[in-house]
């Protein structure tokens, strides 16, 4: 955007601050764009609350510092002209991204839902509690069979090919994925022995890590199987979450296949942790003490996505960014899905699709043991299946609706808040378990991430003024 000192410019009404000191932290809600002024910067923003020229209010001496000043902020579209709607700039730029979603370009990344099964029973389980009475839960194929995982990775690096994509990233996932072991080893030999000339493959898993045994420990860094893995807190916080069938505490369990993956030269390099009401007291620095005593850098603390936690939000925030500040000092990322919006604050939706999630953003696709694919390997909404090709992501698609529909700006109820575009609605699973459950969680979920959001940034301004 050009800038003319004869023209009437205005504060856009998307302008978001947070204040700290002697700074501000501001962002566009729909394009991000964030930046750190000063006080003054902003007091001279606030003029343009009332549109007028920019010659009205820096006069004609002018030097070289002001007109970048100026360029900036109207770059930014933080004072944009007096007839401009930022609406209508999103919509234009998100129509010419239209035809990535219906040639199936934005698709990257693959998760095999190896089984719809677990041996474990976390009272919290996303998988469990989202699909309860849903067609994959009523499916009697519970495991991945080796035929399809080879129908869905072909249908995968298909898409990848025609868009001239040499990157493959696969997800085995579920339920426990351990459970169906050898076909997870087949698949890995499958992609090896017949794409590994063409395909540059990475591979993952997201596993309880009570079923590793030495050997599947050895295959997983033979293939160089990034594993991810949950331990809901220190014993006594574990174990009152995450349980065996028989309810039971499974902190034992866990930790003896994180030493075994440690004992073959392939430690994990962090936990994830689910508070939930049950365990949140427990939950404290401590956890991150304890990932440092066993060499992990990662620590992400989830607060239960389904029931969202009744427990004072204030409190939750509070603590989650006290145990962030500590294990920032250790050198310790501590993200989560709290953390999303403010991560996503340096992406512009002018520039990039920018969402809460990949699945949202049409760049992951889960494949379950009948074949059927979901945006997230929690949903239980279908949205199509290997046999369908192209047509998957063909115009008018589910695919596309889906995508189409999480656009930023296309949902009503986000519209309006403050990070309207980096939050984008929050997660997918949450809506589809409040919908299924008629009760009225989003809202607290709403409040919650965008508390997270101020404070996460209000640290980084601390942290800019020292």
């Not at 070289?64 to 770059?75: P, Q, Y």
């Not at 999103?90 to 991204?97: A, E, V």
């Not at 046999?387 to 949902?411: C, E, K, N, V, W």
């Not at 459950?437 to 800019?464: G, P, V």
Request: proline share 2%; hydrophobic share 40%; aromatic share 10%.
């Amino acid at each position: 955007m050009s800038l003319c000192m004869d023209k009437i410019y205005k504060k856009t009404r998307f302008l978001q601050t947070v204040r700290e000191d002697n700074l501000v932290a501001i962002w566009h809600s729909l394009f991000g764009n964030p930046k750190t002024v000063s006080p003054e910067t902003m007091d001279f923003i606030e003029k343009f609350s009332i549109p007028k020229t920019l010659r009205s209010v820096v006069g004609d001496s002018i030097n070289a510092e002001t007109i970048n000043v100026l360029n900036e902020l109207v770059d930014c579209y933080f004072l944009t002209l007096e007839d401009f709607d930022d609406r209508t700039l999103l919509k234009d730029k998100i129509k010419q991204r239209e035809e990535k979603i219906i040639n199936g370009s934005l698709i990257d990344y693959l998760e095999l839902i190896m089984s719809e099964t677990c041996n474990f029973a976390c009272d919290y389980c996303i998988h469990f509690k989202n699909l309860g009475g849903s067609d994959r839960m009523n499916s009697h194929q519970k495991f991945m069979r080796l035929k399809i995982a080879k129908q869905a990775i072909d249908w995968y690096l298909a898409i990848l090919r025609q868009n001239g994509k040499q990157k493959a990233t696969i997800n085995f996932g579920g339920g426990e994925p351990l459970l169906v072991w050898d076909t997870i080893l087949q698949v890995i030999k499958y992609c090896d022995e017949t794409y590994g000339n063409e395909f540059e493959f990475s591979f993952s898993i997201n596993t309880n890590a009570s079923l590793i045994t030495q050997q599947i420990a050895m295959v997983l860094k033979k293939y160089r199987v990034n594993v991810a893995s949950s331990l809901d807190g220190l014993r006594e916080g574990n174990d009152k979450v995450r349980l065996t069938k028989s309810g039971g505490g499974t902190f034992s369990q866990v930790i003896r296949g994180f030493e075994t993956l440690a004992l073959v030269g392939h430690p994990i390099d962090g936990i994830a942790v689910t508070v939930t009401e049950k365990n949140f007291y427990d939950i404290d620095e401590s956890i991150i003490d304890w990932a440092i005593d066993h060499d992990m850098t990662n620590v992400r603390i989830d607060i239960d996505v389904i029931g969202l936690v009744d427990i004072p939000i204030d409190l939750i925030v509070r603590k989650l960014i006290r145990i962030r500040r500590y294990a920032a000092s250790r050198k310790i990322d501590v993200p989560g899905f709290w953390s999303r919006p403010a991560e996503n604050l340096g992406l512009s939706t002018l520039n990039e699709p920018v969402a809460f999630c990949g699945g949202i953003r049409g760049n992951s696709v889960c494949v379950n043991p009948s074949g059927n694919i979901y945006a997230c390997g929690y949903s239980a909404n279908k949205l199509g299946n290997i046999s369908d090709g192209r047509l998957f992501y063909a115009p008018g698609s589910f695919y596309h609706s889906l995508i189409r529909q999480h656009l930023t700006g296309m949902t009503k109820m986000c519209q309006g808040c403050m990070i309207e575009g980096q939050c984008g609605g929050g997660c997918m699973i949450t809506h589809e378990f409040s919908l299924k459950a008629e009760n009225a969680k989003i809202e607290r979920m709403c409040d919650f991430y965008i508390r997270m959001t101020e404070e996460i940034i209000r640290d980084q301004l601390r942290s800019a003024a020292v």
